[in-house]
T-cell receptor, first 112, second 113 residues
């Protein structure tokens, strides 16, 4: 299983760019990298997913280096509403859930 | 958001009693998962299902069993609840071809006294 490591917490201010890095040294060839956001008392919600290089959507960007041993979630111009826990997930659905590993999450706190 | 509901949303029970949590989906997703979430541990997979009557163990399966008799329902049973099973339980669904994405339910908060 691809074990993931993330910072426990990060602090930022409104309007700043936030980059959260996830390490996954033993990622497998078929593994995808997916990031989820979780607010208190809610289930995690999909943010972005990638396999290699860079992916961008309306919410975030995901940077994956060539060796794929890490990934960086980039949140542009954060606001107070981006305060949440962010999880990095590495694996594939094919073959079952035993190939999916969540990190312990990064608590992002955004202040004025 | 995918149509995933969990019941009950909150439950208090006593040690040694059986407890069943239900997850219901309207998306016709093939894969369904049960996770528990505890402070300091993030999300840990308990059991998962890859089809009707097809289930397998996850990372923390001891003390839990599951059943899936229909595509839309995935049940998690604590045969004899213990205080260590006090947690928030999340159900998720997924479908191969949907970019390996999981869709999570709102969670069930379980307290075992």
């Amino acid at each position: 299983l691809a074990k993931t490591t993330q910072p426990i917490s990060m602090d930022s201010y409104e309007g700043q760019e936030v980059n959260i890095t996830c390490s996954h040294n033993n990622i497998a060839t078929n593994d995808y990298i997916t990031w989820y956001q979780q607010f208190p008392s809610q289930g995690p919600r999909f943010i972005i997913q990638g396999y290699k290089t860079k992916v961008t959507n309306e919410v975030a960007s995901l940077f994956i280096p060539a060796d794929r041993k890490s990934s960086t979630l980039s949140l542009p111009r954060v606001s107070l509403s981006d305060t949440a826990v962010y999880y990095c997930l590495v694996g594939v659905l094919t073959g079952g859930g035993n190939k999916l590993t969540f990190g312990t999450g990064t608590q992002l706190k955004v202040e004025l | 958001d995918a149509g995933i509901t969990q019941s009950p949303r909150h439950k208090v029970t006593e040690t040694g009693t059986p407890v069943t949590l239900r997850c219901h989906q309207t998306e016709n997703h093939r894969y369904m998962y049960w996770y528990r979430q505890d402070p300091g541990h993030g999300l840990r997979l308990i059991h998962y299902s890859y089809g009707v009557k097809d289930t397998d163990k996850g990372e923390v399966s001891d003390g839990y069993s599951v059943s899936r008799s229909k595509t839309e329902d995935f049940l998690l049973t604590l045969e004899s609840a213990t205080s260590s099973q006090t947690s928030v339980y999340f159900c998720a669904t997924g479908e191969v071809g949907s970019k390996e994405t999981q869709y999570f339910g709102p969670g069930t908060r379980l307290l075992v006294l």
